[in-house]
């Protein structure tokens, strides 16, 4: 199955290739020790990257040839090229499959998308059913993003598009969204509050049709306060650093990749109206947080 799709370039009638997710090709297990010395030996490290929460070791991106690697010693890796948007999976022998699929997508994929002209930016994300018009929360972890996210796509005409990553590009005027797989991995509170202790892992579906960024809320939650939600817009440049603060990125080691980042930042926070959403952190507000953004991106 190819990673494209022909749709209709606006007004020109001409189709244009986009691509919806990246293919994944699985090679057989390997003995990761022994690709990550020949790595060291013949490749140029790029960066490394520290462990994520679920992760033990730390991982080293390589470029050789044509070809980039991102390689974990004794786990395996991925390699990739710029100019598609597909990968081959190198799992160590004794790795679990499940396990190593969940890296590739969590922590990987998001920093890969920027070789291939995508930008990943940490927020969650909920779209209104009618239109394909999705908002974005965006926050410091324990901030509420993901909570809040969950919470308006179970209210009816929303729908959940994403946890943690969510995958831009520019369209011109317009800011499309793309597939990247996501769990909505509920803290124990969140799902005990929605009814969801059983299931604190709830896949979320990419939803059909072409998706656009309608509005960026830039969260700041109060563990005190009065406990009114308050919205506010928020200058452009305010928002581009808030943003940019929030950016995957492969490598800061590649001149052209981190000024299309800037550039497609900078677009974003010329085009997408940011707020302010401030709140008290309590479950207890959660009905009056979800009635109030509902209410104002549904304006």
Known sequence: MSPFVEVSSGGTGRPMALWTEPIIHWHPGVDAASQHRELVAAGQLLTTWQPAPFEESPTDCFRLGDAYWIWQPGVGGIRFFADTPQCTAYPAHDVDSDWFANLITRSWLPAVYLVWGRQVLHASAAMRTSDGRAVAFVG???????????????????????????????????????PLRNDARLRSATAEYFGRSAHPVDPIEWPDGALTLSAVYLLESEADGSG?????????ADAYTRLLEQAHAFTLEIPSHNQRLMRDYLALAAAIPAFRLTYRRSFDAMEEILEAVDRHASS
Do not use: M
């Open 140 to 178: 410091p972890s324990g901030a509420g993003k993901s909570t809040i996210a969950y919470g308006l796509s179970r209210r009816p005409g929303w729908t959940h598009v994403s946890d943690d990553t969510l995958a831009f590009s520019v369209a011109g005027p317009a800011i499309a969204l793309h």
């Open 228 to 236: 009114a939600v308050t919205i506010a817009t928020v200058k452009a």
